[in-house]
């Protein structure tokens, strides 16, 4: 029984503030040996922050961790490593240039201190390999030389687990030597089979004798995969247990510090009015993806796209948006106001992190021209406030913001440019349960005001609840769309990999 062993790590009355804002507050939680631990809670409730302590690199006001027994303050993130305790960031990390081996030794390499020899480049390989075969259940779908970019954003997920892995160092015995590995949200751009295959791994790994610390939204992944957990509610620990033998809607209340408010009766609503065709779409085919897309977008209606990642997705999205070009079919747009695309990279073409809130709402990101005059402050206010985005004001910092509430300041910045059209590339990633809920019934209010919506989710319990049709695309082909109604998440799953 893991909890009766000594802990692995034992943190207590851990304390974090960020100039008046105290993001940690007395938290206290042990990691047992050889577990999977996950830590729960609102955006901004600290998650990150608290894994970052744990890594070193932000340092602790108050409180003590012991790891293994003996005290452990690492000053930075290398010190960590020397403890073995590695991070997999909530941000992606590899450089899609880089190949897959290079980017698992990035960092650890002898090439980083000095010409490496023959023998050194052997040596980095090998341990990459090691790494990579110890995430990869097949690792020939990871291949060392492929540049990393070339891989799926699932297979690029174990590639940063393994580096983690590998920065942990080795062992006398060549074995990995991380005990504790953190992953901060690691199945949040993952479909449903892919996150399946990552804790199969995790589990593997597990069983050999890492810890893993694991912060996620998704409480079913906690029910099936993680064997404690614990909430963090505003920088307190607000709950914590067995999630096998606990009811989720009491580790939703602990989240929340109340009961999630009912969720929307979808098809009890009156049928929604459809208006005119605002973008049609017919035989569309884009460079690789999609290979054949026909829709037909109507005022007022979300129509939801279903698919494996790598089904073309965000391909279809981006072509319709007109930012990439195509290879064949038509599309036209009937929007005065046009269309806005939420793009799924939110590091690449996502928010100035070094700029406002107010500003990143408020400015386009291709021209960054403009301060965001004193008025438009008190607008940028107005959409914290609807969107609830945790934060000390318009003029914080986005790159302060949690990752959550990042994703939000983007929702934002789109919604206020007032398109006919918008086009959601997994809107709600990163977002935790409560907000969630919000965000998809905002969608269904702008829907009610004549906006048209194309939503894309990997999440398939949101598409059947939100959305009024529903098309899946399967190996960049888009059949047509059926009602909302007549799908459920199973049939919707069974479609998309069939
Ligand atoms: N460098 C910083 N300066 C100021 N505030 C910060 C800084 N880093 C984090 N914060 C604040 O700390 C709080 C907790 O952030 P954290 O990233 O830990 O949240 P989280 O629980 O990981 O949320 P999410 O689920 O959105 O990822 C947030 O209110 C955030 O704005
Ligand atoms: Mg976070």
Redesign the pocket.
Known sequence: MAGARAPLLEVTGLAKA??P?A??RDVSLRIAPASVHALL????????????VLLGV?RADAGAVLLGGARYAPASAEGARRAGVVLVP?ERTLCAHLSVADNVVLGIEPAARARPGLRDRERARAVARGAIALVAADPARVPLDAPAGDLGVADQQLVEIARALAQGGLREDGRLAARLLVL??PTSSLGHEDARRLFERVRALRDAGVAVLL?T?FLSDVRAHADRYTV?RD?RVAGEGDPRETDPAQIVREMLGRALDAPRAGSGAPPPGRGEVVLEARDVAGARRPRRASLSLHRGEILGIAGLVGSGRTELLRILAGLDPRRGGAVTLRAPRGVGLLSEDRGGEGLMLGRSIAENVWLSPRAPRLAAPRSLLSEAARWIERLAI???GPD??A?????????KVQIARLLREDFDVLLMDEPTR???VASKAQVLSLFRELAGAGKAIVLVSSQLDELVATCDRIAVLRRGILDPPRPASSWTEASLLLEASS
């Open positions: 960020f100039g804002n993001v940690l809670g609102e955006n901004g409730a600290g998650k990150s922050t608290l894994t970052r932000e909530q901060d949200e912060v939204h963090l920088g945790r934060a000390g914080q910092r790159g302060e913001l949690s990752g959550g509430n990042q994703q990163g977002i935790d």
